[in-house]
């Protein structure tokens, strides 16, 4: 095996620091004492993060966030798997069609997506709901959920089921038993890809949400369009710090090798 020379060294490096450096400005900005950003510091202060609990709306919009990301990419799922499977396993008329427009949401902007949402929403009634929100996420999310759940449905041996069946067992618990677990790296990626989505979409959200529906990404956005100090900072670094917490937690229980790659540790 070739070892990477100093050069892709190098690369590799610089990358990674174009990656983080953002998100390293937005934590060390956080932690700023002053009233409006500034880098460097006086000193670390935790001022803006006792700041937060100041304003109950952003408590509320990321708890409404977290509501609407785990149950949009739940429904996501559940319409993926079935959608997957069929597409994986059989050869039908208009298939690669129904992928097509399954992929759609992907192609058209979100900014028309939240105008076509918002005129259909107030057609038939539902606009400004919580219900309304996320029937236009499931849609927005699910080529993310379906893409991951459909390379891992084509990997399946389908032998394995038949030997199930032959044994005695029906169709749903060959899928509990022995196609869930197959394909399960690639729902559970697909679910937190989804969510992912979910949690961080506001350019469509901003269309259809209302005051009582308001997620944390659209507060974080109608905030700076009045105020210019280092709160929204202290919101982002809570998120980056809670996302980084997920990813260790789940590294640690499960493998992220596996979730993502579906292989396991060495």
């Not at 990477?4 to 983080?20: C, E, K, Q, W």
């Not at 932690?31 to 880098?39: A, D, K, R």
């Not at 219900?131 to 893409?147: C, D, E, K, N, Q």
């Not at 990997?155 to 060959?174: K, M, P, Q, Y």
């Amino acid at each position: 095996m070739r070892r990477n020379g100093p050069l892709s060294l190098l690369f590799h490096a610089l990358f990674v620091v174009f990656m983080l450096a953002p998100l390293v400005i937005v934590c060390v900005v956080a932690f700023t004492p002053e009233g409006y950003l500034s880098l460097p510091t006086r000193g670390p202060s935790l001022r803006w993060f006792k700041a937060i609990f100041a304003y109950p709306e952003f408590l509320r919009a990321f708890y409404a966030s977290l509501w609407l990301a785990a149950l949009s990419s739940t429904l996501a799922i559940l319409l993926s798997v079935p959608a997957a499977l069929a597409i994986a396993r059989y050869r039908f008329p208009g298939r690669e069609a129904i992928t097509a427009l399954f992929m759609s949401p992907l192609m058209v902007p979100h900014v028309v997506l939240g105008i076509a949402f918002l005129r259909f929403f107030s057609q038939i009634g539902i606009s400004g709901t919580f219900t309304g929100l996320v029937l236009s996420h499931v849609i927005v999310i699910m080529p993310f959920a379906l893409r991951l759940v459909l390379a891992a449905s084509y990997g399946i041996d389908r032998r394995i089921e038949h030997a199930a069946i032959s044994l005695g067992a029906d169709t749903l618990t060959a899928f509990r038993r022995v196609t869930l677990p197959l394909i399960l790296p690639g729902v559970v990626s697909g679910w937190l890809l989804a969510a992912i989505n979910s949690f961080d979409e506001v350019t469509m959200t901003v269309f259809i949400a209302s005051p009582a529906t308001v997620t944390l990404p659209v507060r974080m956005f109608l905030y700076i369009q009045d105020n210019i100090d280092p709160l929204i900072a202290a919101v982002s670094a809570c998120l980056i710090a809670l996302t980084a917490g997920l990813l260790l937690a789940l590294d640690r229980l499960y493998g992220l090798d596996r979730l993502f790659v579906g292989s396991g540790k060495g």
